[in-house]
């Protein structure tokens, strides 16, 4: 296997010849929204720290930040266009599952049910997405600028080991806490008889989604190990999904 240092040579040489045929303007909507991105969540850190300070709870925390959190995650679908047009090389399949279950976490779980918006378990996956967002934004962005110190390199591609399960542990959580009140409201159903004559029950739907993470997670988080390899260590690694 290559040493470190000859892996870094081909590595910059691989990144600028992908640089150069991405395109200008690509390169240049990518570094605006990398930074838009990464001011976003630093917003959001910095008032979730100020609240905590403050009021020395997390209580009513969510509903301070939720306007910001929901609109730059919402932001975020259009990473799934980057994929799609080819400006990124990314999946669409992965970019679109991690995407789109974080939506389906903010607007149809933690939104729309307010009395879970108190829950630890809230707190744990929004500060796991923040400090993981920060990471992933600012490492795109001094990347594109060719200007990446390895401290971010590094955390971007070991820091998920971690935050991952983390994450995934709090949304999980999250999505168990809102049963009873899915159940007893029932939100979102649609019950027979009716003029479409179809039924809906959310909360078997909300079953089904954490379900959904015992297939769906592992792929991921086998497919940012793959990165990892690929990046820190410059191994060639064929993801099954390009
Ligand atoms: C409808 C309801 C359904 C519910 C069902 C739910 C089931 C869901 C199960 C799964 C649940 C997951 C929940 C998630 C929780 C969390 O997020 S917890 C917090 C921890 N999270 C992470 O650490 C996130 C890790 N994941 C990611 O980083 C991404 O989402 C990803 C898509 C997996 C990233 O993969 P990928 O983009 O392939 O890796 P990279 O190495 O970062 O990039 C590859 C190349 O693409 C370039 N690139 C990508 N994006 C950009 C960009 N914005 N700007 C510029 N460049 C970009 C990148 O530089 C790489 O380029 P090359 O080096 O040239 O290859």
């Known amino acids: ?38 001011a976003g969540w630093l917003v959001l850190a910095v008032a979730m720290v100020r609240y905590y300070l403050q009021k020395g709870t997390h209580k009513g925390l969510y509903r301070n930040i939720a306007r910001t959190l929901k609109f730059f995650q919402t932001f975020a679908l259009l990473e799934v ?13 992965v970019t679109g599952v991690q995407v789109c279950s974080r939506i389906f976490m903010v607007w149809f779980v933690t939104n729309s049910i307010r ?72 939100m979102y159903s649609l019950r027979l008889p009716n003029k479409y004559n179809v039924s809906f029950d959310y909360y078997y739907f909300l079953i089904i ?10 792929q991921l988080y086998f497919h940012m190990l793959r990165q990892r390899r690929r990046v820190l260590h410059g191994e060639i690694v064929v993801d099954k999904e390009e």
Not at 81 to 93: E, N, P
Not at 115 to 133: D, P, R, Y
């Open 209 to 218: 989604a954490m379900l959904s993470y015992i297939p769906l997670f592992p």
């Open 1 to 38: 296997m290559a040493s470190g240092e000859e892996d870094g040579t081909v590595e910059e040489k691989e990144t600028n010849n992908k640089k150069r045929t991405k395109g200008a303007i690509a390169t240049a909507w990518l570094t605006f929204y990398n930074i838009a991105m990464t």
């Open 115 to 186: 009395q879970i918006q108190n829950e630890e378990s809230v707190i744990l996956f929004v500060v796991v997405w923040t400090i993981t967002e920060i990471t992933r934004y600012s490492f795109y962005t001094f990347n594109l600028l060719n200007h990446l110190p390895y401290f971010i390199k590094w955390a971007r591609y070991n820091m998920f080991i971690v935050m991952y399960p983390l994450g995934v542990i709090g949304e999980l959580l999250t999505i168990h806490a809102s049963l009873p009140y899915v159940r007893r409201s029932g």
């Open 81 to 93: 266009g980057h994929c799609a047009i080819g400006i990124v090389r990314t999946s669409v399949i």
